[in-house]
Every structure is written in C-alpha cells, then in structure tokens.
C-alpha cells in the first residue's frame, strides 16, 4: 500500500491549493477510507478531514468547515483523494499528511490518528503574504 500527497505551496491568505493523495496497493478501491491531517513543528499531529470507503460521509475539523472540501476520484485500479482549500490562512500552514485506514470510522473514530493504519510523506502548505 502506497500513499503520496502533493499539491502543496505557498499562497497569500485567501488564496486556494489543492491537495492530492494518490493511494495505490489496495486490493479493493472502496475498502479503505482517507483522512488528511496536519503538523506545525512543536505540535501534536491535527485532523483536518476525512472521507469514508464510498464517499458517502465527510467530517471536517471546525476551522476548515465552508472552506475546504474532500472528495473521491476514482480510476481504474487507482485512487486519488483530494483535499480542495479555499480561503487559505495563516493558520492553515503545515506539513500536511494523509492516512488510510481499513477500519470502520465513526465521527470520533477519524480524528484520531492511532484510526490510520498507512501514511502517505507530508506536504508543506504555507499561507502568508
């Protein structure tokens, strides 16, 4: 199982990036859900969002709500999940990782990282002028 995130940068508060996490080495592309999180040096890993095996549920942290968006986009024998942010802040920067995991999530389930058994290298979003 592989997980690689990219899409980060650097962009002025208000500006938008799109994160990507190519998930390959699944057996089944529906047999596993996505979360994406987040760590400034010094601080304790953070969710940001997640999305089940089917796309059918999303959970956002509540500085995120309205502003990004999680999403599914399924190929043929890969995945990509992507993780949309619009009206960039500073509080926003951070390496940001995603994760997979085969576990049945819940609303509590997802915020914890000890939830995701794969992790993907992190890429680095900065939000500053």
């Known amino acids: 199982v592989q997980l690689q995130a990219f899409g980060g940068g650097l962009v002025q508060p208000g500006g938008s990036l799109r994160l990507s996490c190519a998930v390959s080495?699944?057996?089944?592309?529906?047999?596993?859900?996505i979360g994406w999180f987040r760590q400034v040096p010094g601080k304790e890993r953070e969710f940001v969002s997640a999305i089940s095996t089917t796309g059918g549920s999303t959970y956002y942290t509540d500085s995120v709500k309205g502003r990004f968006t999680i999403s599914r986009e399924f190929a043929k024998n890969s995945e990509n999940v992507n993780l949309q942010m619009n009206n960039l802040k500073p509080t926003d920067t951070a390496v940001h990782y995603c994760?997979?995991?085969?576990?049945?999530?819940?609303?509590?389930?997802?915020?914890?990282?000890?939830?995701?058994?794969?992790w993907g290298q992190g890429t680095l979003v900065t939000v500053s002028s």
């Open positions: 994760a997979a995991t085969t576990w049945a999530i819940n609303s509590i389930a997802v915020k914890s990282s000890e939830t995701y058994d794969y």
């Open positions: 080495g699944f057996t089944s592309l529906d047999s596993y859900a």
